[in-house]
């Protein structure tokens, strides 16, 4: 029934090829015409492409989201004769810089010196002891000793007196009693620990080179347009500033560099390189695939056999996937060099066996009912199986590798469906047009050398399947070795310059980049700071081990009640003693008197003293909203809604722990606080490698029983499927042996491919075993010539089109590429060497 309704198909596309070529002329242009009217949407957040449903990709996802913790921008000025125009040389280019993005609107702070922080010191300053410890406080009142107020006035004279900084003489004036060695443990560099030169106030490198910006922009980085907007805009503001400053200082702007990193570049370069990536993917597919076929059948007119049902297919299936809604990301950017690779095939295998058919003397007619009732069941069952492999990929959690099954199994049956109604129309309507001239069509097909590998496997059964055994078990003692990565940055692309910069800034630094969070939620802010308190004592003995660099949390600048309220005591009962204020007065002004200091000098820091040490009461969470801290503040709590906060305390960490947390951590943040969530990439890591190894199996097997069942279904026998699966699994092994050859590793994008392989592989046994399996099947040197020579040239155009995937700026989708490749090229291989020499051993035995 089948080989019936597909004659009659090829017979009516045939006689009605006008139709059909009108049919498929609206449909193209319809989706075309949508694409103008509706671009696609790029979406380069790789967190997208992780399970969605997972509750540490969910925690992970709304700390981000919550904190903006990966969002900034990274302005990294630097000289390039550090020696002949040192960065100090720039400073006033940084300053012209951070004012005109202040002035833009659409950044909350630029910081890059300590003079920025001039409003939130004057603003702490009168609450300075509050966020002490008790136990703090002897150290302090040691500093307010009658005999160490006057050393200290002293030492400050001397200091001036002596060519000093203009950092180190405002040091002296807000910190006459040289508390800042006292408060410098809790305050300084707590929020990122950056190794920078203070000495001009700005931060610049250790190395004199280089000059760091950060930038605090008010949208997340994820937020595209907003992304593309911010760097326009800065963009256009180093050029502007670049010029005028240029004018003033010819002979330092040429030595000048500035560049970008954090997450605003790094997601804008990542949009770039994914229009790129399928862009240059698609069309070097298309080149390459053109390239293989016109060698191949050495006509024009083949092109457009190929090409055409292809194209048609490929237009539709962009057309549902943008119509259901699917995004461009760095996962299905490879989706066109995809369906290329394996909707060629269709086209291929039928056209090889026109051609045949054709030499042997059968008119077109006859030829297009052979190839659409008997090759055609082969191609319907190939894309059966290859869409069903894919489709198995609706069981994975990851949602980038779900997008890419469903839509190329959708994209499959697309193509087949084009080849089997365009293909039939386009070889009577050239038949037609050759008549009309009076001119009889030849026909070529050429084979790369593949047909002498077959027909040697069929003259040597035995030989080929001895060395194809020794061969396998040799590459399947290395893809014992093959390793799993699961590192989620990994799949970033190194081509992406904002993510060169932020390393180079860490490097430069010393900020640490790699760090975990601890989220915390309470219904007051007060509650969020002592839950943050407990998370960041537990740790202490991580620190001190090393396995945590440092923290850092909203106790920094929000110390906790009961806390406040301990200092608050002590400072009140001590009313005329080491603290107060008249005393420590009376005795600082009699010693700026005795070493000639202007005591109106230090007048604004005294008003602050005497708040300092008789404070009306504490500090709340409301009263630092409302001045310059709020920004630093919304980068450690947030309000989720009426009485439900959310906090959050930083881990920073050493590289070593990029891929899995130190051992126990979780274990003690939980005994400290049962309800914290423990996030970071390297948490992520060690979930995903899990849910990698199970999604990937679950795919593998479901698409395993899946092309077995269709197989067997197909051909009514059991040994038949058996044998039209053998090189595929010949194919798969030697294709990990490959992979642990080359140093290549598994990861959460080309473990899929594995599955798809399925598909794949499994084609060309069934079309070689179809041919088999027909009333002149046991002609092992006819098989070759109609399937097996078209078979090599389908592995061709699949592996032209996905070794353009190789070409890819993201090592995920490369290696994606490479898997394709190598599997794809294997099982063809295997079915050329291994199914011949199977075959032809089963007929021998038979007859």
Known sequence: MRETLLRKLASVCAVHYRWVFSIALLLAGSVVLFFIVKPPRIDSDILDLLPRHNPTVENFREATHDFKSLDYLFILVQTTDPKGHPIGNYEEFADEMAAGLRKSGMVEGVEYRLQDYEGIIREMLPYT??????????????????AQIRQQVADNRRFLSNPASLVTKELIQYDPFGLFSVLKRHFMGKTRQLNVDLSDGYYLSKDGSSLLMIVRPDHPAQNIAYGKKLMSTVRSLEAKVRAQWGEENPGEVKYLKVSYGGGYPIAQDDANLIKHDALVNTVTSVVLVMFVFLWAFRRKSALVYGWAPLLLGLILTFGIAHLLGVTLNSATAGFGALLVGLGIDFSTVMYGRYIEERNRGLTAEESLASIMGNTGKGV??????????????ILTQFNGMRQVGIYTAVGILFCCASVFVLLPAMLYFHQVHKARKGIEPTFHMHSFGFEGMARWANRHPKWTLSVAAMVTVAMGILALGVRLDDNVQNLRSTK???????????????????????VVDAPTPNGVVEDSKKVIEAVRPFVKAGDILFTDSISTYLPTEESQDAVLRVLHEDKGGAFSYDRIRSVFDSACQANNFNQAYFDPYLKILHRMLDPAGPVTYAQLMKGPLAPILRKYIVQKGPGHYRGVAYLYIPDEFKRFEPQGLIRTVHAADPEAKVVGINVLSKVLRRQVRHDALLAFLVGTLLVFLIIVFDFRAFWPAVYSLVPLAVGLVWMLGSLRLMGESLNMMNIFVTTMILGIGSDYGIYLVHRYLEEDGHNMVRVIQETGNPIAIAALTTIAGFGSMSLSSYPGLRSMGYVSLLGSLFCMIGTLTVLVALLTVVDRRKG
Request: proline content about 2%.
């Open 380 to 393: 319907m069952v190939g894309a059966l199986t290859t869409a069903c492999t894919f489709g198995a990929m």
């Open 496 to 518: 992406n310059e904002g993510l060169t910069v932020s390393n180079e800034v860490a490097k430069k630094f010393g900020a640490s980049l790699t760090y975990m969070m601890v």
């Open 129 to 146: 002891l509050l966020y002490l410890n008790r136990s703090d406080l002897p150290e302090v009142a040691s500093r307010f000793t009658d």
